[in-house]
């Protein structure tokens, strides 16, 4: 099993910037891709971004040149860096992880965190 845990979401003004963080424990050997997921009130979890054990990554368009995703497979952590948001980017986020070699939309993730709040306000 693997284990994972949020941080660093909270309350910020649009433009601001937050980042989260997500700390992964137990059996980490068998994970992959990592990445972060968000869903809205009304609205289906979406993925936002994605990154690979060997540091590729993916983004919703609609994070594209805001957002940034990154790991420390040392460390055994990943990151979402999030600028200039948006009353849009309000929502829970959620990491995940895969045993697969990449996260995409189809993936289905092995294992999530809890959720974190992100509210951004006007």
């Known amino acids: 099993q693997v284990q994972l845990v949020e941080s660093g979401g909270g309350l910020v003004q649009a433009g601001g910037s937050l980042r989260l963080s997500c700390a992964a424990s137990g059996s980490i050997f068998s994970i992959n891709a990592m990445g972060w997921y968000r869903q809205a009130p009304g609205k289906q979890r979406e993925l936002v971004a994605a990154i690979t054990r060997g540091g590729l990554t993916n983004y919703a368009d609609s994070v594209k040149g805001r957002f940034t995703i990154s790991r420390d497979n040392a460390e055994n952590m990943v990151y979402l860096q999030m600028n200039s948001l948006k009353r849009e980017d309000t929502a829970v986020y959620y990491c995940?992880?895969?045993?697969?070699?990449?996260?995409?939309?189809?993936?289905?993730?092995?294992?999530w965190g809890q959720g974190i709040q992100v509210t951004v306000s006007s």
């Open positions: 995940a992880a895969t045993m697969s070699i990449v996260l995409v939309t189809t993936t289905r993730p092995d294992y």
